[in-house]
């Protein structure tokens, strides 16, 4: 298991990147490999069930593990077939704005081909 993060400021403040990050309906707007995501609920909680879809139509279940609303921290495993992923997201006061990252666990190659993607959906994530 490998593990990999990536980290982005921007200008968004912090309320506003982690409002992005817990309500599923906004995911597709910032995240470029999101179509649409299917939950019970809008806000993330831990336990929360459901499934991501990916712009190639993939649908990929996810649970979330942990949400931390004080310190805008919050985790989640997905899974294709028998690739599984943990990504942990974190969301802080930055001069420029906020900061976003995600650390990545997982296989590296899986890692390394999809850190491209998370890198624009964070950098989208931190604009106004």
Same mark, same amino acid.
């Given at each position: 298991m490998a593990r +990999?993060? +990536?980290?982005v400021t921007g200008p968004a403040t912090p309320a506003t990147v982690w409002e992005r990050y817990v309500?599923?309906?906004r995911w597709a707007s910032w995240s470029p490999q999101i179509r649409g995501v299917h939950t019970d609920v809008l806000c993330i909680t831990p336990? +929360?069930?459901g499934t991501?879809?990916?712009f190639a139509g993939l649908r990929i279940?996810?649970?979330v593990e942990?949400?931390?609303?004080r310190h805008r921290t919050w985790a989640w495993r997905v899974r294709l077939g028998p690739v599984r992923l943990r990504l942990h997201h974190a969301v802080r006061p930055d001069p420029q704005g906020s900061a976003a990252s995600v650390t990545l666990h997982g296989p590296m190659p899986v890692l390394?081909?999809?850190a491209p993607l998370a890198r624009v959906? +964070?950098?989208r994530l931190v604009r106004p």
């Open positions: +990999l993060t +990536l980290d309500r599923v309906d336990a +929360l069930q991501v879809e990916s279940p996810f649970v942990s949400v931390d609303h390394a081909g999809y959906a +964070l950098r």
